[in-house]
């Protein structure tokens, strides 16, 4: 392999060869040296150094990884992405505290995760009222007290988007995990939220690139950076199984703080938060100051950088307002219809106005005032 590729190629194919993380990934550069090296060589002398029989070693593996890191490469360039390596300064030092951190992973926005105080908050994909409004009570409170919260989840329908968007809403920074490449936004529903996050501050990470297949554990895998990156996980609501569950037990692994908050007996969704704190797996939260006493986080007193009180509306916002307020809670599908607005023009409305304040989100596409 002597054609010439830039550092960054060389990065973004080390970190892609199949099963690499960061603890694979110092071991073979103490053997190799560099990751120019590892493609400079031939087979027969990585599997001599290495004692290796992995089909990484391969010739034509390797040559296709470098292909596809250089496509990588010219699209992080193109769209403003930021790549950070595990040898990388501003590498999260809690993220490469886990044994299967990524060797490189892929952001949009600023956020600083090296903050005092970063949670992850997540749960059932069929949230309740109960779940969402315990998720903007929880972050609320916590971002009076926090000015530098950052809240961590996976963008996923049900918990983890009432979660960021409670941050949204509280001033608070939040962090979106994505199970696929940058290149586009799963679930769609959740883009407009998407450009939300990175306006205010938050990022979207992740260590899939843009020519990666979406698969069915990537879902699964994702779960461990959004464990890692914070010092408390927050279940909020999980049936008793699934990927909550994964989560919590993950952040357990990686000797992080994990909380559930309790639920009536016999409820679905209560299920796997009843018996994380009954087999003493998590601590009961009921509010901000259960976690701040559990955490030991002392709050500034302060006041939460809120948006406007009474902010101006748009006329397109005072609409979707006045349809609201008439039905009291409307399906975003009748008010579709009732403005003669498109869906996906809708939710960019109605996630400004969740931000503002002036909306609350319930579960199953419901609006109603905050």
Known sequence: MTRDYSPMAYRIAFANLQGMGVDLARKL???????????????????????????????????ECLERAVREDAFVNEHGIGVTYFRDES??????????????????????LESAHVISVVGTRHATQYGVRFCDTLIGELAQQLPDLVVVSG??????????????????????????GLNRIYPSMHRPDAVSIVKQGG????????????????????????????DCTVIVESAGSGGALVTASLAMSYNRDVMAV??????????????????????????????????????????PRQLELFPDLTREEQAVVDVIRNQGEVHINALADTLQVPVYKLMSLLVELDCKNVISTLPGCRYTLA
Not at 33 to 54: I, Q, V, Y
Not at 91 to 112: M, N, Q, T, V
Not at 270 to 289: E, F
């Open 29 to 63: 550069l103490d053997v190799v040296g560099s990751e120019e090296s590892f493609f400079a060589m031939t087979e027969k002398e990585l599997r001599a150094l290495t004692h290796g029989r992995s089909k990484i070693y391969r010739d034509d593996y390797r040559r």
């Open 91 to 112: 590498y999260p030092h809690r993220l490469i505290e886990a044994p299967d951190a990524p060797a490189l992973f892929y952001s949009l926005g600023k956020c600083d």
């Open 155 to 180: 963008l996923a329908y049900g918990i983890d988007i009432a979660a960021h968007r409670a941050a949204l809403k509280h001033g608070a920074s939040t962090v979106a995990v994505l199970p696929r």
């Open 203 to 230: 990022m979207l990470l992740t260590d899939y690139t843009s020519q990666d297949a979406v698969q069915k554990s990537n879902f699964l895998a994702r779960n461990r950076i959004v464990a890692a990156l914070s």
């Open 262 to 303: 309790p639920g009536r007996c016999g409820d679905e969704f209560s299920a796997g938060c009843n018996k994380l704190i009954a087999t003493s797996k998590a601590a009961l939260i009921t509010s901000a100051d259960d976690l701040m006493a559990a955490m030991r986080w002392e709050g500034t007193g302060g006041q």
